[in-house]
DNA sequence: GTCTATACCTAGATAGAC
DNA sequence: GTCTATCTAGGTATAGAC
C-alpha cells in the first residue's frame, strides 16, 4: 500500500477533475445553474453522481470552481486589452468589443457568468466577477482622466456603470443578434455607448 | 349557505391578502427571496403557514404578485417624471434621480427587484420589469434625438444600458453611501453618467 | 476508485379537525 | 376559514458492494 500517491495516479485524478469541471461548465451554460443537478453533471461527464463526490465536497464547490474558471478567463482577456499600452479611448473601445464579442461568442456561458439565477455561493463569486471588472474599467477611466481625454468624473461609479450598462446589453434580447453583421453593429452601438458614458469627445 | 359572499366577507378576505401580500413584501425586502419561505411569510402575517395556500395557490404565485406590486409602483413613479413635459435631457436628469432616491430609502426592496436570486417566476417577472425602464428610458432618449439634443444613436440599446448601468451602480456596494450628503453625491454623479451616456452635451 | 442504492433533509403543498 | 400535522417530491450526500 503507498503511502504516496504516484504520479500517474495524480495525474489521472487531475484529468478526471478537469474532465468534471468541463463537462460541468458546458451543462451550465446549456442549462444554468438551476438545471444543473449533480445527475445531469455527472451524466454529462460520464461518471455515476456519487462519484462527483470523490472530486468536491459538495455541489457548491463545483459550481464555485467552475464559475471561478469561467470567470478568471474572460476577466484575464478583457484585462489584457484594457491594461495594454496606448490610448485609454482605444483601450476602452477595444475592451468593450472583446468583453462583447466574447459574451455573444458563447451566450449560454455569459449568461451564466452575468445574469443566471445562482445559488448562494455562485452569487458570491459573481460579485467578485463583477468587482473585477470595475477595477479594470475604473483603471482606463482614471487613466484617461489624467491624460486629459475623460472629462472629470467618479471614476469608480463610471465603472461600476460601464459594468452593469454592458452587461444588460448583452444579457438582454438585445443580443438577439444572430448573423455578424448585426453583431457588428451591436457591437459598435455598445462601444459609442460606452465612450459616451466615460465622456470621451464624440467621434 | 350562501352562494354568493356577502361584500363585507368579499372585503375582509381582500383584506387579509393585501396584508399577507404587505408582509411578504417586507420579507422579502428584508430577507430575500430565497430566505422567504411560505413559514416565514406566514409568520409574518400572523397566520399558519397552511393558511397562505387560501390566498395563493402556490407560494410562486404570491411571489409573482409580490414582485408585480412594486414594480409597478417604481415603474410608475419613474414614468411619471420621464414622460412628463419639457425638456427630455431634465426629465432623465429627473427620472434618474427619483429611480437612485428611491431604491436607496429602500435598498432591501430595490434589491430585491433589481438583483436578488429569485426563482424563474419572478425572475421572468423582472426581465418584463427591467424591459418597462428600456422602454421609458428610449422614449426619452428617441425625444432627445429629435430634438436634436441628443446625437443619433441606437436608443434602445442606450435604454438598456442605462438600466443596468444605474442598477448596478445601487445594487454595488458603492451604495453603501449612507448619510445624505453622500447619497447626494452618489445621485449627482449617476445622473451626469447618464446624461453622458446618452450624449448629453456637458453642463 | 467507482458504481448502485438509499438515506436524509428541506421546503412546498394538502387533509382533516376545530 | 384557519390551524396542526402530515405527506411528498426533488435533489444532495453517503454507505457498502465490486
Redesign the pocket.
Known amino acids: 500500500m503507498a503511502y504516496r500517491?504516484t504520479p500517474a495516479?495524480i495525474q489521472?485524478?487531475e484529468a478526471?477533475r478537469e474532465h468534471l469541471v468541463a463537462c460541468a461548465t458546458s451543462v451550465v451554460a446549456e442549462v444554468g445553474w438551476?438545471?444543473?443537478?449533480?445527475?445531469?453533471v455527472?451524466d454529462a461527464a460520464?461518471?455515476?453522481?456519487?462519484?462527483?463526490?470523490?472530486?468536491?465536497?459538495?455541489?457548491?464547490?463545483?459550481a464555485v470552481e467552475v464559475f471561478r474558471r469561467a470567470a478568471a478567463r474572460e476577466v484575464a482577456v478583457v484585462g489584457e486589452v484594457l491594461r495594454g499600452d496606448g490610448d485609454p479611448v482605444l483601450r476602452l473601445r477595444r475592451g468593450v468589443e472583446v468583453f462583447a464579442r466574447r459574451a455573444l461568442e458563447n451566450r449560454g456561458l455569459a449568461h451564466a457568468l452575468l445574469a443566471a439565477p445562482a445559488d448562494p455561493k455562485v452569487a458570491a463569486e459573481r460579485i467578485d466577477y463583477r468587482r473585477r471588472y470595475h477595477t479594470l474599467f475604473a483603471e482606463v477611466v482614471h487613466e484617461g482622466m489624467a491624460a486629459g481625454v475623460f472629462p472629470k468624473q467618479n471614476g469608480e461609479l463610471t465603472a461600476a456603470a460601464l459594468t452593469g450598462a454592458i452587461g444588460e446589453v448583452l444579457v438582454d434580447p438585445l443580443g438577439g443578434a444572430r448573423d455578424e453583421t448585426a453583431t457588428g453593429d451591436l457591437i459598435a452601438e455598445l462601444t459609442a455607448m460606452a465612450l459616451r458614458c466615460a465622456g470621451a469627445p464624440t467621434a
Chains 1, 2 share one sequence.
Open positions: 500517491k495516479e489521472r485524478l478526471a438551476a438545471q444543473a443537478s449533480v445527475t445531469a455527472a460520464g461518471i455515476a453522481a456519487g462519484s462527483v463526490y470523490q472530486h468536491f465536497p459538495s455541489k457548491a464547490a463545483l
